[in-house]
């Protein structure tokens, strides 16, 4: 596979669902380039999930702009592709059909299906499962099934919605680092929601934190750490502190948007001397 990401240029978007609602989220301005890494991380109900969706050409009714290499998103394609907290699988088919299902009604060539099923299989290290109908695996070996399907049509950007939430702390870790770490090798964007500070620090190149009602982008903060990374690592911890307090800040409402950036990016200097930034 040789994929390429986007560059996302996202400003004022704004979403409510109907015009009697209130707003969902306001003023989000978000620009990454080809191949970054996203995550979004938020407390139930600011708005992440609906603004990753909205990026999946899911839902309108938000005005603002969103483009994806000067592209305007207006719905799904697979150049950009979801991966949801449930893996949503055919249960009474091999993991090869489900990974090849897409490709079978793009109408592809039974052997060239196979080719690419096969090489994505072996991305996410489930070939020796292929035959294995999927409902006799293990929740992280669906969404690894998941993860090929999604794969298997060479999208440039894959979107997370929690996908790892339900799994068990050594299978979400190392699905964590191997998405990654194939983001990284086949040049995709991620973009990624999330409520966990963990999750955030080893999965993004930016984590861009998000509270409040109507919900607002409050700070972005930068997580330049070398890869593979290890939680254990003093500088993996230390990045962790320095994200949850200012989670913290902002899910608490002690300061504004402004402030909370006033704040951050005016420590930058001693952050760096201490290695947290």
């Not at 400003?11 to 009697?20: N, S």
């Not at 483009?67 to 949503?88: G, I, N, T, Y």
Request: proline share 4%; with cysteine; charged share 25%.
């Amino acid at each position: 596979m040789a994929i390429r990401g986007v560059e996302i240029d996202i400003r004022g978007l704004a979403h409510r669902y109907t015009p009697k609602n209130p707003l969902t989220f306001e003023d989000v301005n978000i620009q990454a380039s080809p191949g970054e890494s996203l995550v979004i991380i938020g407390r139930s109900g600011c708005g992440k999930s609906t603004l990753l969706h909205i990026i999946a050409g899911l839902l309108d009714g938000y005005s603002g702009t969103l483009k994806l290499d000067k592209e305007d998103v207006k719905k799904p394609s697979s150049r950009w592709v979801m991966m949801f907290q449930a893996p949503h699988l055919f249960p009474w088919m091999t993991v090869e059909h489900n990974v090849g299902v897409g490709l079978h009604f793009a109408g592809w060539p039974k052997e060239k299906i196979r080719e690419r099923v096969a090489e994505t299989i072996h991305l996410v290290h489930m070939e020796e499962y292929a035959r294995n109908n999927t409902q006799d695996l293990s929740g992280g070996q669906q969404q690894r099934v998941a993860l090929a399907r999604s794969l298997v049509m060479e999208p440039e950007i894959l979107l997370l919605d929690e996908p790892f939430s339900a799994l068990d702390a050594f299978t979400r870790a190392a699905l964590q680092k191997d998405v990654r770490s194939i983001s990284k090798k086949l040049g995709i964007n991620l973009v990624m929601v999330t409520h966990d500070i963990d999750e955030a620090v080893l999965m993004a190149d930016r984590t861009l934190v998000m509270a409040g009602s109507p919900g607002k982008i409050m700070h972005d903060l930068m997580v330049d750490l070398p890869d593979p990374r290890n939680r254990e690592d003093q500088v993996v911890q230390d990045k962790r502190a320095h994200l949850m307090q200012i989670f913290q800040d902002a899910v608490n409402g002690a300061l504004s948007g402004d402030s909370i950036a006033e704040k951050y990016d005016g420590a930058m200097s001693e952050a760096n001397l201490a290695g947290i930034t």
